[in-house]
């Protein structure tokens, strides 16, 4: 039995942030090795990761009541719902940590011959904002260590949520809000109490969004201006690929396309984009202008 084939695109630009673009793009100014490769893309799945945990939460919330209405009729609760929307908050807070740790490894094996610059998430921060650091360090990369005021403390949490048990969750009748609450973990040395969690994730989620913008975009702006093979999507059961530069204008027609090398031999099916699609035009372009030489 064969399967239909489906037409899926993959080079969608108009899309992409500038950490997707940055990993589309990096392989030919940056060799990195598995590690770093890693990181890379562990910047991306992490951050994207703690937005789906977000969603998930949300969806939690309406079971809280299961956990008052048990009170209510037994004078007492296991709060299993309470438990597991605070296992789900407490994950998307150490899922923002590893993308934001994905990321300092990323610089680290960029400037790894820059002085001051360790392989460590803490130790960058603390050496990039007391400016131990190579004079030649990017002042940008700078920028956004100077600008990041918030990560002590979420790092001071990341690190309790890695060890303590599991905190709890309960609705403020009077606000609404979903309260977080964990024993285990101190502010000015009184347990921590968060009045609308939801909020506060949404700022460390707009946090380290911005860090990760503000770095990504330099390092993006400091790729090599060469050309690499981006698959454009699979089409009738077959791959299409073309040549982008990453500081080209950047959109479904940009880039010279690789696959009509193939596609445009007579006992080969035509892209079913061609018709339309800029980088078939600019590919043929490239062709008229050899000939005409």
Known sequence: MRMKSRNIIFYTPEQWGVLEKFSNFYSATHDFNDSGKRAVLGTISHFRKALTLKNLALKLVPNLEN????????GYSSAINSKELSAVIESIILELYSSLDC????????YSKYQGIPDSTRKYFKNVSSLKIDKRFPEQL??????????????????????????????????????????GLKRKGVSLIINDIFA??????????????????????????KPILQTCGIFNGRAYARY?????????HSGICDARRWFDLEENPTCIFASECGAYKNANNVVRSKISK
């Open 200 to 225: 506060e994730i949404d700022q460390m989620i707009a946090d380290i969004n911005q860090f990760l913008g503000r770095v990504f975009a330099y390092l993006y702006s400091q790729l090599d201006d």
């Open 103 to 110: 990321s300092i490894t990323v610089i680290c094996k960029i």
């Open 244 to 252: 982008v530069s990453p500081h080209e204008s950047m959109d479904f």
């Open 67 to 74: 956990d008052e209405v048990e009170l209510n009729e037994y």
């Open 142 to 183: 700078i920028i956004a260590v100077q600008e990041a005021t918030w990560y002590d403390d979420f790092r001071k949490i990341r690190d309790e949520l890695t060890h303590l048990e599991t905190g709890n969750c309960h609705k403020n009748d009077e606000t609404g809000k979903i309260v977080y609450m964990h024993s």
